[in-house]
């Protein structure tokens, strides 16, 4: 088998840039814990008012002893529940999404807040935001004909501004 | 050596692939104009997400399916120097598929399937919509029994030859589309298709997904494999020059199919319901797989190197300017990999575990895969289409100007209508919505965005209509007396005398492939019967 000495160097080389873009995700998930979304966790969507946790009165924003936020949401055919929410800048939060009927995602644009929201499953983001303002929360996974009209809202408080005021009024149109 | 009936075979193939194409254009521009929301009366979410399925299956099942079997079987009849083997059987596949491309389409046209070619359960489409995809592959099946039956009688006759490159790739396509198709097939049989008829109560979407994964990578190169072989056997020839390395082509051919196979896991990236253990090494297996493009785009632009220097170029770069930029084999192949270029560094960022995360299900994606299947991809299937037509139906091409200025406006649309995509990815703009319906300051800035898009959504159809056009035209002129021409494989600058057969045979790879499959799909698969699930009833939409 022949191959030229050139073709061999670009080989190593190739080789080397796939093997540097390795390192740095394997640095970034096994040292700064930097992972995608992944906590196989089954859930009944059927009854998701029967559970605990995502019972009606538990969803929201919520601060536990320690001071730790955790937002629990619902997205169903075609709202995110509850429909406002208000969370701290530069705070650790946690989110835990559970689907009531098909597959959702949620993203917040301009955050790197995104997961898919599989019905059985609970789709569990820890992330912070950076920056104070009002975001969108959009689907962005195709649930259905109504898709266009899933969205809710965010606002991020400034850190020294937030009240932990628990399950935030559900407003309308909160914009 | 072909004869009329062969070329008709071929031809039919390439018509019902290309047909769905032009079809699935008219969509396409559809589509951008509907969701950009700039035109009132188009507003329509019911017919839009009917569009956009109809869209992405004539384009990533009927176009690619038929189309490559088209292109297998010639590279297989002309290569080999062999007539096709059965060819009731070779009929027989393509009736099946064409009969469950029907089956399908209706459900899609009428929208009682708009589940995206994604199928998304637990949204669920009328069942003839599942068993008319699933005949489509059962159909496409029997070619790849067909090519790999002739790539052994081949072997067999000549023992300790290598096999012709162009047949090497085609049977290694074969067998990736065999293992791969194995993962949606088991979807639909045992969870879509009992579940629409009412057999079962509810499924698993989570273990619909990952089997779905499981094809939705190495699908990807499946499509991409004639591609790539045309770069290797047809591009060198037509430049005028030599293959730079035969050996190397294997290689390649290789690694894309035994890496490209187990890696499926990045489309679930954001997914719950796999652990990020999993996620991680099948990241890594992704970067793997940009090893064979990288030798690819190496070996390919140094047999250019090689045609530019034989006709005259002169210093570091002066060959590119003496390369026969008019004939469309080598221009198709240049555009080709500009948009390789940028289309990759996309799905750098696509298969970057955690970046993953800010461009996950936004307008970047379809941005990203339309440079790199639509345009890279196609582009080359225009490339061959326009080599192929002349060779069989004996008649000179129509017109070779416009074929020129159809893959000049192909590449300049596919530039003008990804780029906006890739911004109002990183803006926020989700995939698959039908109008931008949210109360919000943001969607203000995606507005520009979209006036470029459907420019170039227009600037595609156009292009579109051209190459359809001159296919036509030259299928239809009434035949010029003595045309004939032969397909033309190009010679490797160092000719191969012999082949380990590790590089002439695919024995050892299938058990490395099957190895591979368990340990990345083996307890991601388990777990669902291991673990407490809960399935989910079936929705209409
Ligand atoms: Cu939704």
Redesign the interface.
């Known amino acids: 088998?022949?191959?030229?000495p050139?073709?061999r160097k670009?080989?190593y080389t190739?080789?080397g840039?796939?093997g540097l873009?390795?390192s740095i995700?394997?640095v970034?998930?096994l040292i700064h814990g930097?992972?995608?979304?992944?906590?196989?966790?089954?859930?009944?969507?059927?009854r998701l008012h029967l559970s605990e946790e995502f019972a009606e009165d538990n969803l929201g924003v919520k601060v536990d002893a320690q001071g730790d936020i955790t937002v629990r949401m619902v997205a169903g055919?075609y709202s995110f529940y509850p429909k406002h929410i208000s969370v701290p800048s530069e705070t650790k939060v946690t989110f835990r999404w559970v689907s009531t009927?098909?597959?959702h995602?949620v993203?917040?644009?301009?955050t790197?807040?995104?997961?898919?929201?599989?019905?059985?499953?609970?789709?569990?983001v820890t992330t912070s935001f950076p920056k104070p303002g009002?975001?969108?929360v959009?689907?962005?996974?195709?649930?259905?004909?109504?898709?266009?009209?899933m969205?809710s809202?965010i606002s991020v408080v400034a850190k020294e501004n937030w009240t932990a005021s628990t399950n935030a009024p559900v407003t309308g149109?909160a914009? | 050596m072909n004869n009329a009936v062969e070329n008709k075979f071929i031809l039919s193939h390439l018509w019902v692939a290309f047909i769905a194409f032009i079809l699935a254009c008219f969509m396409g521009v559809y589509q951008v104009l509907e969701r950009s929301g700039f035109i009132e009366a188009l507003t329509s979410?019911?017919v839009y997400?009917a569009s956009v399925s109809t869209h992405g299956v004539l384009m990533a099942f009927v176009l690619t399916t038929f189309f490559i079997m088209g292109f297998g079987y010639y590279v297989a009849s002309t290569s080999l120097k062999m007539p096709i083997w059965n060819k009731p059987l070779a009929w027989t596949g393509f009736s099946i598929a064409l009969g469950g491309t029907v089956l399908a389409a209706i459900p899609l046209l009428i929208g009682k399937a708009?589940v995206?070619y994604t199928f998304?359960?637990?949204?669920l489409a009328h069942v003839s919509f599942y068993i008319g995809a699933t005949l489509l592959v059962v159909g496409s099946w029997f070619w790849c029994a067909i090519m790999v039956v002739m790539f052994y009688q081949w072997k067999n006759a000549n023992p300790n030859q290598p096999v012709p490159l162009a047949m090497f790739a085609t049977t290694a396509n074969a067998l990736l589309w065999l293992w791969t198709s194995a993962g949606v097939a088991l979807e639909v049989l045992f969870q879509l298709i009992p579940l629409a008829l009412g057999w079962m109560d509810t499924i698993?979407?989570?273990l619909a997904?990952t089997l779905f994964a499981w094809t939705l990578h190495p699908i990807v190169y499946f499509w991409l494999i004639p591609s790539y072989t045309a770069f290797y056997v047809f591009v060198p020839k037509q430049a005028g020059g030599f293959l730079?390395?035969d050996?190397?082509a294997r290689v390649a051919f290789i690694i894309l199919v035994v890496f490209g196979l187990p890696i499926g896991f990045h489309h679930l990236?954001?997914?719950?319901?796999?652990?990020?253990g999993w996620?991680?090494l099948h990241?890594?297996g992704t970067?793997?797989v940009?090893?064979p493009t990288?030798?690819t785009g190496?070996?390919v632009i140094?047999s250019l190197e090689i045609a530019g220097r034989l006709r005259g170029g002169k210093g570091l770069f002066g060959w590119i300017g003496t390369l026969p930029w008019t004939n469309p084999m080598t221009l198709s192949v240049i555009l080709a990999l500009l948009m390789l270029i940028f289309g990759g560094f996309g799905g750098?960022v696509n298969a970057?575990?955690?970046m993953?995360?800010?461009v996950?299900?936004?307008a970047w994606v379809p941005g990203h895969f339309h440079l790199i299947f639509g345009g890279t991809t196609i582009i080359m299937y225009f490339a061959i289409a326009y080599y192929f037509w002349p060779i069989l139906t004996r008649k000179p091409l129509f017109s070779d100007s416009l074929a020129l200025i159809q893959l000049w406006t192909w590449f300049i649309g596919m530039a003008i209508m990804t780029t906006p995509w890739h911004v109002l990815g990183l803006?926020?703009?989700?995939?698959?919505?039908?109008?931008?319906?949210?109360?919000?300051l943001?969607t203000l800035s995606w507005d520009p965005y979209e006036f470029v898009m459907i420019f170039g959504g227009f600037v595609l159809l156009g292009s579109a209509c051209l190459f359809i056009y001159n296919v036509a035209k030259t299928q239809l002129s009434s035949a010029s007396a003595e045309f004939v021409q032969q397909v033309e494989y190009a010679e490797p600058i160092?000719a191969v005398e012999s082949?380990?057969e590790y590089?002439n045979d695919f024995k050892l790879w299938n058990k490395v492939i099957a190895v591979l499959m368990f340990i990345s799909f083996g307890v991601p698969i388990l777990?669902f019967f291991f673990?407490?699930?809960?399935?989910?009833?079936g929705?209409?939409?």
Request: aromatic share 12%; hydrophobic share 40%; net charge negative.
């Open positions: 088998m022949h191959i030229d050139l073709e670009w080989a190739a080789l840039m796939a873009f390795v995700i394997m970034d998930a930097i992972n995608a979304p992944s906590h196989v966790e089954t859930i009944d969507s059927a055919r009927d098909v597959l995602g993203h917040i644009p301009m790197n807040m995104s997961t898919m929201i599989v019905p059985g499953y609970v789709a569990q009002e975001y969108p959009l689907c962005n996974e195709y649930c259905g004909l109504g898709h266009d009209h969205w809202n149109d914009k | 979410p019911s997400f708009s995206l998304y359960p637990p949204l698993d979407p989570g997904r730079f390395s050996e190397m990236y954001m997914d719950p319901e796999q652990a990020s996620k991680l990241a890594f970067f793997v940009s090893f990288l030798i190496f070996t140094a750098l970057s575990y955690a993953n995360a800010m996950h299900n936004t803006l926020g703009q989700p995939r698959r919505i039908s109008s931008v319906a949210y109360n919000s943001l160092h082949l380990p590089l777990q673990m407490d699930t809960f399935g989910s009833s929705w209409g939409y």
